[in-house]
């Protein structure tokens, strides 16, 4: 027990110490330490996440559900275990809400797929914004085609925005879905997500959230929120690839046909007529990813163990840092310069080439990303074919930082 009248003070968060549960961070490359600032594309593991799949394998596995042995039991355990503690992670009431994918594509195409392909239909319209992924354009794209429907689009501003009044103006009789990001992969922009959400339902709309990007870096609460679909991927905090969930509301997801067909999802099967199973399994169709569900519950109970609010404020100091380094990089323009901004900071040098810059900054260890990050439309409202992006996590330093702007000085040198 502390002195009385003395307020427990948080220890300062130590990303050196972060850094060291995580075995890559401290394999060299190209004989330099890695700086690893590729973050948004997939965050690396701690040691606690490989250790729990190792266990997995060596200790629990055989298929889930169907088995009356012990192995079966703890598989099962573990699976549903993760279920449980997805739910909690999003703030969700109930674990049945959350639906086990191999990641946001999986969960917002089966959105599409199942609730989309119910609600639209010819002349309807479903919602987007300028800065969404690929995967959070292509799913819809694809079913108002088939629908017959139309895709609009809420515009973005130079700062790399969107404006609450747009979207209000284009959500029409017609509008059935808003999917929107929570925060976009290649700006870095957080999104009013609360508000566009209140904006959506006061006209009786449902709105999806890309939380791929949202998840690793903010406090998630769906009711808060008040969303209707949540996705997310384990790789981007810190769990393995191949598991992601869904979250959806119970009465919708009830009342949504499933998708895949197969083992689990089914009560029973005659040729004439199959009964499907019960949410969440109506949607979990053959053998799941029950290793990653196990290692993904594992990441989330790390992530929790660093406290929100510290790694909120770490990242925070972080993206400012960054964003204030790389303006002052002579020759460089930061892409998108947005009110809140979370985890990514996106620019251009001069005219050197992005992949230029990727690549001399790789032979200094420093790994970014460059390329459209999979948001051709927003490059293309940019006037840019590709961008260099750093993106952070918990384990990055300001040193990071300063030795990606070493890196930049030496493209200038070279190419400048
Ligand atoms: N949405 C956003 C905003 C993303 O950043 C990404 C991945 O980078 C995705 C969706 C797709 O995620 P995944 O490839 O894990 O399905």
Redesign the pocket.
């Known amino acids: 027990m502390g002195a009385p009248g003395l307020q427990a003070v948080a220890a300062p968060f130590d990303a050196e110490r972060v850094k060291r549960e995580f075995p890559i961070l401290a394999r060299p490359v190209h004989g330099k330490p890695l700086v690893y600032l590729d973050n ?3 965050a690396q593991k701690p040691r606690a996440v490989i250790e729990r799949l190792a266990r997995y394998y060596e200790e629990e596995n055989a298929n889930v559900h169907r088995g009356v042995h012990l192995l079966s039991e703890r598989a099962t355990a573990a699976y549903e275990g993760a279920r449980a503690r997805v739910a909690r992670f999003l703030g969700a009431r109930d674990p049945r809400e959350v639906i086990f994918v ?7 195409n089966l959105v599409a797929q199942t609730f989309g392909r119910a609600r639209v239909g010819p002349g309807d319209e479903v919602l987007i914004t300028g800065m ?5 354009i292509v799913p819809w794209q694809m079913l108002c085609r088939e629908k017959g429907a139309t895709l609009r689009i809420v515009p973005v501003s130079d700062a790399g925005d969107i404006d609450l009044a747009d979207l209000e103006r284009l959500l029409g009789p017609r509008t059935r879905l808003l999917a929107i ?5 290649a700006l870095g922009t957080v999104n009013p997500v609360k508000e566009a959400v209140a904006r959506a339902h006061a006209v009786g709309v449902p709105v999806l959230v ?1 939380g ?2 949202g998840a690793p870096h903010l406090p998630v609460d769906v009711g808060d929120l008040g969303c209707d679909f949540y ?1 997310f ?1 384990g ?2 905090v810190y769990g393995p690839t191949g598991i ?1 969930a869904l979250w959806g509301r119970l009465e919708l997801l009830e009342e949504m046909p499933p998708w895949q067909g197969g083992g689990d999802m089914i009560l029973s099967v005659s040729f004439e007529r199959t009964v499907y199973n019960r949410v969440p399994y109506k949607f979990e169709a053959g053998t799941p990813d029950m290793a990653g569900a196990a290692g993904l519950a594992t990441a989330l109970d790390w992530m929790a163990g660093l406290g929100p609010e510290a790694l909120l404020a770490h990242e925070r100091d972080l993206a400012g840092y960054a964003a204030e380094q790389l303006a002052a990089v002579p020759g460089a323009r930061l892409v998108g310069t947005p009110r809140e901004r979370a985890g990514v900071v996106s620019f251009v040098l001069k005219d050197v080439h992005p992949h230029d810059i990727g690549t001399i900054l790789d032979r200094e260890g420093v790994a970014i990303r460059t390329g459209h ?2 948001a051709q439309p927003l490059m293309s409202r940019f006037g840019l074919a590709a961008t260099a992006r750093a993106s952070f996590a918990v384990y990055n330093t300001r040193a990071d930082v300063d030795a990606l702007v070493r890196g930049l000085e030496k493209v200038r040198r070279m190419l400048g």
């Not at 969404?132 to 959070?136: A, T």
């Not at 990001?181 to 992969?185: F, L, Q």
């Open positions: 948004a594309a997939t191999r990641g946001t594509t999986e969960a917002i969404e992924h690929h995967s959070n990001a929570h925060v976009s992969n890309d791929a990007q996705a991927s790789h981007k992601g990050h999979c």
